[in-house]
């Protein structure tokens, strides 16, 4: 081939290479989530109560730990499983009832779930029982939101902080 | 598995002959494709260096300080954040490649297992530092990206609190992660560059930096697209709202909706098993392994010509263990020997003119010695008619298949073929003239078989085709798999012009006593 032939050829070839990494390096586009709805990301990390309480120990149990080891209590490790509910609009889209992490199931518990809702206002009700305490949940929230096309909004737990959060 | 690898060897040996009719060989960018990686990554390191000078870490003023720089100081820091982003993408792209025509043309068993092996943690690594770096940009993209790494890192058991609550809201996240991210996005190449020093370390003279001129092809490329589609954010990211439709840069995030939308176990567990098989490739099955190199002390002596030819490093000098009066003795490691038989092409003990004692080189392949291709050549040569010109060709196994091909003799590489044999042929009326054929150009498959031959040929590296031979009577065509038609061509007007050639001076002395015993 003639150099000239040559040169065009190479000038084609990269343009060629070029052109194709700028397309594919942000085309086709990708339609992540609909434009039209919105996000509930329900998401927590909570230790429920113990399985057995703590109780005190007798005098003569102390006696026979070593003594750098001696305190007055002992707690079992294990955990309760946590259950959680949500419910939008007073539709149960949430009802998990998730057991504690760990290998010695004595961790947290852990929930990330995302769902997909309609925008507008929608009456939202999260409830989480972490005992073993016969009958209601241990703890409720009941909020009024208002939810914009892509919004999301964030469902979090902080028992500190007195139960449900909206984030 | 070979039937897998074929379509694509044909398919890579197409596109090499394409391109090599516009780019010189050694220009040619499928033979250089680990080297254009190379480059890419040192493109990557200086824009990033220069990028990083003008990024802030801080969660809220990530995005404003690359805004900065693609919008304020778009004509330096812009132009090097988009050849940053698109040599990276370069960087998948030969990187793919390479692993891709390693494959086809049989490349990862045998010796070659630590290479490959080598390579498969660089893959992974390239892509960390890809998807970090597109995480530092704080834009949608980048949330899109933060959120699902993290939900697909959450489906592994071993995080205490689901690193994906770092994102859960606009004031869940902290600028330590971004300090994280940033040192992710440092150290995660720099383990990468010495993965990738080690992944050389069993070949001579790696070719580290592409052909000048592909070099400058490439940049200019890159820096043209950089100037005419700048790599732009998407828009700050926002906790509070999902991104909705977004530009991917399908070559890091291409799987990025299949991670998104399959289950974790079945993404985690096809990850797992793509990167088991990857890693067992070498073995599946394994490479007959020919038998390697042996020397033969009694006529080695030392020259080490043979360690400076062999490819692979597999041939060392080492202090004489046989007493004869030589300072050093060629030793052989039977873990990096291919047997491409280079080294045996390189010792000058390789003399088919010697018939005082057995013809026995310093360095010989057991499964095709010196010996058996000196009677390959005179059974060849003598089987050639005499009604044109004869031509005896010398070819290599991964060059033109040299099946039915009259007047042809089979080398493991034409590295293999000690120039005297081309003065043995023409002096013992063998043939006319002698073509040596191979690989493409730029593309041996023994790295530096052409390389090698060419220069012992016009007299530059040892052992040296003797002065005498006359030139025109030698020739080459570095064909490659696909140019029987191109070898028989190249035979024809050979044939044409050593019939009008002037005679080839022939020696006095008679034949040796069995061919002359057979031409009688």
């Given amino acids: 081939m003639r150099e000239p032939l040559r040169w065009a050829g190479q000038t084609v070839f990269f343009v060629a290479i070029a052109a194709m990494v700028g397309l594919f390096a942000s085309w086709p586009s990708y339609r992540q989530f609909p434009e039209d709805q919105a996000q509930i990301k329900l998401s927590l990390s909570h230790g429920a109560q113990r399985v057995e309480a703590c109780r005190r120990l007798s005098a003569e149990e102390i006696a026979k730990l070593p003594p750098a080891e001696r305190r007055p209590n002992t707690c079992a490790r294990e955990r309760l499983p946590v259950h959680v509910q949500l419910l939008v609009d007073g539709d149960l889209v949430f009802d998990e009832v998730v057991a504690p992490g760990g290998l010695a199931g004595d961790g947290p518990a852990r929930i990330y779930r995302k769902l997909i809702v309609e925008p507008g206002q929608r009456e939202l009700v999260a409830r989480l029982k972490d005992s073993d305490r016969p009958g209601a949940f241990d703890y409720e929230m009941r909020a009024e939101v208002s939810l914009a096309p892509q919004q999301s909004l964030a469902v979090d737990f902080r028992a500190d902080a007195g139960g449900f959060v909206l984030r | ?520």
């Fill in chain 2, 1 to 520: 598995m070979d039937h897998a690898r074929r379509p694509l060897r044909w398919l890579f040996d197409r596109a090499e002959a394409a391109l090599g009719t516009i780019f010189p060989p050694a220009w040619n960018p499928l033979v250089n494709l680990g080297a254009l990686g190379f480059f890419f990554y040192w493109i990557i390191t200086a824009s990033g260096i220069y990028v990083y000078i003008f990024f802030d870490t801080g969660v809220h003023q990530a995005f404003d300080s690359v805004e900065y720089m693609t919008h304020e100081q778009w004509y330096l820091a812009g132009v090097m954040r988009s050849l940053h982003r698109y040599a990276s993408d370069g960087l998948v792209v030969v990187m793919l490649l390479h692993l891709l025509r390693e494959w086809s043309l049989d490349r990862y068993r045998g010796v070659r297992w630590f290479s490959w092996i080598i390579g498969v943690p660089i893959l992974v690594l390239v892509y960390v530092a890809g998807i970090t770096g597109y995480w530092l940009v704080w834009d949608r993209l980048a949330q899109y990206v933060a959120i699902v790494s993290t939900e697909w890192l959450d489906q592994l058991p071993f995080f205490a609190e689901p690193v994906a609550r770092n994102f859960l809201a606009p004031d869940a996240l902290e600028s330590r992660f971004f300090t994280l991210m940033i040192f992710m996005h440092i150290a995660v190449p720099l383990i990468t560059l010495v993965l990738l020093w080690v992944h050389l370390q069993r070949i001579t003279k790696p070719r580290i930096n592409p052909p000048r001129g592909l070099m400058v092809g490439a940049f200019l490329s890159l820096l043209a697209l950089s100037l005419v589609h700048p790599a732009l954010s998407q828009g700050p990211a926002d906790l509070a709202r999902v991104p909705g439709t977004l530009q991917l840069d399908w070559f890091y995030l291409g799987l990025y909706p299949l991670l998104e939308h399959l289950p974790g176990p079945l993404t985690w567990g096809a990850a797992a098993t793509l990167l088991i098989i990857l890693l067992a490739m070498p073995w599946l099955p394994p490479l007959r392994k020919p038998a390697v190199a042996r020397v033969d002390l009694g006529n080695c002596n030392g020259c080490a010509r043979c360690a400076a030819d062999c490819p692979y490093a597999a041939i060392a000098m080492v202090g004489r263990s046989d007493g004869l009066p030589f300072s050093a003795e060629a030793q052989v490691d039977p873990s990096l020997c291919v047997a491409c038989g280079i080294c045996a092409g390189a010792c000058p003990t390789a003399m088919p003119f010697r018939r005082a004692s057995a013809l026995v080189p310093g360095i010989d392949l057991p499964e095709l010695t010196i010996a058996a291709l000196r009677e390959e050549v005179e059974r060849v040569g003598r089987a050639l008619p005499r009604d044109a010109p004869r031509v005896l060709v010398f070819g290599c196994r991964h060059g033109v298949p040299l099946d039915g091909l009259r007047g042809a003799v089979a080398l493991a590489c034409t590295g293999q073929l000690p120039p005297s044999f081309i003065d043995y042929v023409l002096s013992k009326d063998l043939a006319e003239g002698v073509l040596l054929t191979g690989c493409r150009e730029a593309a041996c498959y023994n790295r530096f078989g052409i390389d090698w031959t060419k220069a012992r040929l016009a007299g530059s590296r040892d052992p040296q085709l003797r002065r005498r031979v006359p030139r025109e009577r030698v020739r080459t065509i570095w064909a490659g798999r696909l140019g029987a038609a191109r070898l028989a061509a190249a035979v024809a007007e050979f044939q044409r012009d050593l019939a009008t050639a002037a005679p080839l001076p022939r020696p006095a002395a008679p034949a040796p006593h069995h061919l002359a015993a057979s031409d009688a």
